[in-house]
């Protein structure tokens, strides 16, 4: 969320940024006029309230004037007056605020502004490879990941769509086993040797913590809610995130880094038609996520750091891969600047995106009402930076490494960092 007062002093650049979010100029011209707009009223609205508490309380200190004088009248008068006022200052406090959460609901969907290094595009087409690592492997007889899951008996699509409906998939066997594996080397990767901080968080999230990490109120039809009002998370993110909402935390004490490793879940809204078959594009999902909260000064650097720590995964799983930097049109809503880390998958003959790790500067921690005090400023706060990240999505990784490692046969060789998880197994191939 933006600042009032900066957007206030800085009406052309939130403009700019809104068209580079590919909105028309007419258009963000107009939402910034509401928006100040909005805040013209409240402020308006403040000082007549502000104005009317100041002559209730010289009325109020004139009553008793009027009684030590004797007068009365002017007395009962006085006090008609003070008992007029304090009904409209009452009136005038609701009015306040519903001006408050008008202004705040605008507020609410207006996108993070890019850095000027983001480069700008409409869509995936104008994002800038940034590097990429390894030399994709090609084979004329690559199959994609379905193909091999269901040749080996181990990947139950049918059975999912029987359970569940689509975009579920059932996995089995020395399959399962693989991804349970993935997902521990992810995780113990990022603790021993990264040392990010594991977090088993809730599934189950309130209204506010999804506000916090802007997906409420804007992405509401891409998330999961249950009967009882609560959301599915999407990505660990959220809650991870949202342990130090409304917190002040101290300079020293950051930066904090933390990594859960949680099923996901998202309806998909709007990807009718893609990824249809297989599990590139599921409801429910493993991933392990990357969380960072930081200083002002300190969260570009971070960005770079989180970016590495993600791209290790892939390097030791033996997989190549693509760093590309979003262009304005594919950022994500909170995001100042997003690379995605996009992985080979040789059945596919394409790069897939498998993480994506974003600075969003201060814009959550507004959300969140979480800040932090500068060292050698006891009395200031400053709202804390929050990055996130993919390190990485756990399915799409198991996708990875079976089109990456499978062999003509069918059959697919356990990546050797996998082996000492999978108990020495260091092949899956069909039992006969």
Not at 3 to 13: H, L, S, T
Not at 342 to 360: A, D, H, N, Y
Not at 365 to 385: I, L
Request: proline share 4%; glycine share 8%.
């Amino acid at each position: 969320m933006h600042d009032i007062k900066w957007i206030r002093d800085n009406q052309d650049a939130l403009a700019r940024a809104l068209v580079r979010r590919n909105m028309s100029a007419d258009a963000a011209a107009a939402i910034v006029a509401d928006l100040i707009a909005k805040d013209d009223a409240r402020r308006a609205h403040i000082k007549d309230l502000q104005e009317a508490q100041e002559r209730r309380n010289v009325a109020s200190r004139e009553i008793g004037k009027a009684k030590a004088a004797k007068d009365e009248a002017r007395a009962a008068a006085l006090m008609e007056e003070v008992s007029a006022i304090k009904s409209s200052i009452q009136e005038g406090e609701t009015k306040e605020r519903a001006l408050d959460a008008a202004l705040e609901a605008a507020l609410a969907v207006i996108p993070n502004v890019p850095l000027d290094e983001v480069p700008d595009g409409p869509d995936e087409s104008a994002n800038v490879e940034h590097h990429t690592f390894g030399t994709p492997r090609v084979m004329a007889w690559a199959k994609e990941h379905f193909e091999l899951g269901e040749a080996l008996g181990l990947m139950d699509f049918e059975g999912a769509a029987k359970l569940a409906g689509t975009r579920f998939t059932v996995i089995k066997g020395h399959l399962a086993r693989l991804e349970r594996a993935i997902g521990q080397f992810m995780i113990n990767l990022h603790t021993i040797e990264h040392g990010y901080t594991e977090v088993i968080p809730p599934l189950l999230v309130r209204d506010e913590v999804m506000y916090g990490t802007g997906n409420l109120p804007k992405f509401a039809e891409d998330l999961f809610r249950t009967t009882d009002g609560r959301w599915l998370i999407p990505t660990a993110e959220v809650p991870l995130t949202n342990l130090v909402r409304e917190e002040i935390l101290e300079e020293k004490d950051l930066p904090i880094r933390m990594t859960a490793l949680t099923p996901c879940f998202r309806s998909e809204a709007g990807s009718a038609g893609r990824d249809v078959r297989g599990m590139l594009r599921q409801h429910q999902f493993n991933k392990v996520e990357l969380v960072s909260i930081t200083a002002a000064d300190k969260s570009m650097d971070e960005h770079e750091r989180m970016l590495a720590c993600a791209e290790e995964v892939l390097k030791r799983l033996g997989l190549s891969y693509r760093v590309v930097t979003l262009c304005t049109g594919d950022m994500g809503f909170g995001s100042r600047k997003t690379y995605d880390i996009e992985v080979w998958l040789p059945g596919q003959k394409k790069f897939r995106e498998i993480s994506s790790c974003s600075v969003c500067g201060e814009f959550q921690g507004r959300r969140m009402n979480a800040r932090y005090r500068p060292a050698g400023e006891p009395k200031g706060t400053r709202f804390v930076h929050t990055l996130n990240g993919s390190g990485v999505a756990v399915g799409r990784a198991l996708i990875a490494v079976m089109e990456t490692w499978q062999n003509e046969d069918g059959s697919i060789t356990v990546p050797p960092v996998l082996v000492p998880l999978m108990s020495g197994l260091d092949r899956i191939e069909l039992k006969r």
